[in-house]
């Protein structure tokens, strides 16, 4: 067993609910919310709305339970087994709708900050209805959950049925600019995120919303990097997901609009796929990932789901179990929306940017010229420059002063042939021959990656989760930083420390394709804690720049990085 592997087998198992439907033929329903639960290292407890008789070529019959077992699995689940996320599936009729929403009022006066996952399930894979039988000319109306729910689920008919009058379902939804449209009208109906899966409408040839999808498939097929999600001729599934104040996210995507674009996969057993979906995001979340990293993660685990299905009967198969996804292969493209703030650059030709030497080791963080030349003179050979524009004065001799400090920093690198990154501050760094740059997800929405790769530079990106680092990882950078791993007092940080479990799986999904950096709060006490979840590299602020002998604290560090496990 690596040590890696150990952090992840000892890390607290959460418990996760889901309150659905039981699918007799096992391939959908609770069954599958339990068994990705359980494969994705969770601990499920079931709330059951409604029996079926289904295998998976019919739905025979549908049977709701009493409001009686349903308020009492409800209630006796809660004094004992309270949960980390909760996942709601099928709700037979609209006297459950009010019924668990009801309770779920009440649970978040207790658990105000537990994510609940809403999948709007309303047909099954073979096609016939659920629930009532009144549902497919009524649909459900799942008003009662407005504020009370992290996230809707619905596929592209839900959708429609959800934001739609019903004289209008059949020319409800064909192109992207109408997906798109009422993905944000149903987040606004019920003051949540949604997640608008098109698994089940092609919009090859639709353009829409500042998004050419066959742009999208060129640029797929030319990613230099192993994630490639298109090969020629191959169609793209595009999900939406359109974020309502998503908190412990970067301010500028806890509002933001993404396109999810994963190569279709070619098969028919697909039974329980949406089932496994929202309950795998559950999961997710139930480790403390935010929003956006759980629904990729999620994505993720469905395509290899899809991948390596399996028939089982006559009909569609359900989704092989292949626990936490480590392929980018399976990780879906994230395109910001055009709405949101932080779009990605639609001009961005440049290829992968410098490749740096496996290891950097010990990557110092400095803000002042004396100790970065002390460690570059003591053999220090990767540093980074981090001088906040906040920290001058606001005026024309500040400017000076910051391009002054640049350039004396960058020919000091040179001095000393060190790979010297600059924080932020690109447009200096190009003009004076720096050797690397590295930049915060904020800044690739202002920075000129173009001139940055022209210039021959090194790029170094900051990520805060999977989300962040599959749009780090989509621009081919020379390294990829993690973090904040542990508290820091460096900066003010929008998200929660990642912690060592999260690293684990970072290291895993990453390791294989780029030096990875370890940031945030590291020093002597937690080296050998870090070290043992792969990672290669830490970058150390405090650890240093308070220490009352900076040179000596590099070098016994670097001691003890070498030696440990």
């Known amino acids: 067993m690596t040590p890696a592997k150990h ?44 029996l079926t008789a289904q295998s998976s070529v019919a739905v025979a019959l549908v049977e709701p339970v009493s409001e009686a077992m349903l308020l009492t699995q409800l209630s006796t689940l809660l004094a004992d087994l309270p949960p980390q996320a909760i996942k709601i599936g099928l709700l037979a009729n609209q006297q459950q709708v009010h019924l668990v929403a009801d309770w779920l009022a009440g649970f978040k006066t ?62 409800a939804i064909h192109t992207k600019a109408e997906f798109a449209a009422a993905a944000m009208q149903l987040s606004a109906q019920l003051a949540c995120s949604v997640l608008a899966k098109g698994g089940d409408i092609d919009f090859a040839t639709q353009t829409s919303a500042g998004i050419n999808t066959s742009d999208l498939l ?51 057993h697909n039974h329980g796929s949406g089932c496994t979906l929202s309950s795998a995001i559950a999961s997710v979340l139930a480790f403390g990932f935010v929003l956006q990293d759980a ?32 392929s980018l292969t399976a990780y879906p493209h994230v395109t910001a929306y055009s709405q949101n703030s932080l779009s990605e650059s639609s001009d961005l030709q440049c290829g992968a940017f410098k490749r740096l030497e496996p290891d950097l080791g010990i990557y110092p963080v400095v803000d002042n010229l004396l100790l970065l030349e002390q460690l570059l003179a003591a053999g220090v050979k990767t540093v980074q420059l981090r001088i906040k524009s906040n920290a001058l004065k606001s005026n024309v001799l500040a400017s000076d002063e910051l391009e002054a400090q640049i350039q004396t920093a ?22 004076h021959g720096a050797f690397g740059v ?29 989300f962040e680092l599959l749009r780090a990882h989509q621009h081919a950078p020379s390294y990829i930083a993690l973090g904040h791993i542990f508290p820091t007092t460096t900066k003010q940080m929008p998200s929660a420390p990642q912690g060592l479990f999260k690293l684990t799986h970072y290291v895993e999904l990453l390791n294989p394709h780029y030096p990875l950096v370890a940031i945030g709060g590291i020093g002597s006490s937690n080296l050998d804690q870090v070290k043992a979840t792969g990672v290669s590299n830490i970058a150390v602020v405090r650890a240093i720049t308070e220490s009352s002998d900076p040179i000596m604290a590099f070098a016994e560090l670097t001691r003890a990085w070498e030696s440990s496990l």
């Not at 073979?126 to 008003?143: I, N, Q, V, W, Y």
């Not at 993720?300 to 198969?317: H, R």
């Open 438 to 466: 590295h930049l915060g997800q904020e800044d690739l929405a202002v920075t000129d990656l173009n001139a940055i790769h022209a210039a021959g530079m090194a790029l170094g990106i900051s990520s805060h989760g999977y």
């Open 410 to 431: 960058i020919a000091l690198g040179k001095h000393y042939d060190a790979q010297l990154f600059v924080n932020d501050h690109w447009q200096l760094a190009i003009k």
């Open 110 to 171: 207790q658990f105000p900050l537990v994510p609940v996952i809403l999948d709007p399930v309303m047909v099954a894979s073979c096609g016939d209805e659920l629930g009532d039988k009144s549902t497919a000319s009524r649909p459900l109306d799942f008003a009662p959950f407005k504020g009370l729910i992290s996230l809707i689920t619905p596929n592209v008919q839900e959708l429609a049925r959800l934001t739609v009058a019903t004289d209008k379902l059949a020319s």
């Open 295 to 326: 629904v990729v993660v999620a994505k993720a685990y469905v395509n290899q789901g899809l991948t390596y299905a399996q028939g089982i009967g006559q009909g569609p198969g359900p989704l092989a179990r292949t626990a936490w996804p480590h």
């Open 7 to 50: 952090i992840s087998l000892v890390a607290p198992k959460p418990i996760v609910w889901t309150i659905a439907g039981s699918d007799s033929g096992g391939g959908a329903g609770i069954q599958a919310d339990l068994a990705t639960i359980k494969d994705l290292g969770g601990h499920g407890c079931s709330v059951i709305t409604t």
């Open 218 to 268: 060129s640029e797929q097929k030319s990613d230099i990097t192993s994630h490639r999600i298109a090969a020629d001729n191959q169609r793209l599934a595009e999900d939406l997901l359109i974020c309502h104040q998503v908190t412990g996210c970067s301010p500028l995507d806890a509002n933001g609009g993404f396109w999810l674009s994963s190569a279709r996969i070619n098969t028919r």
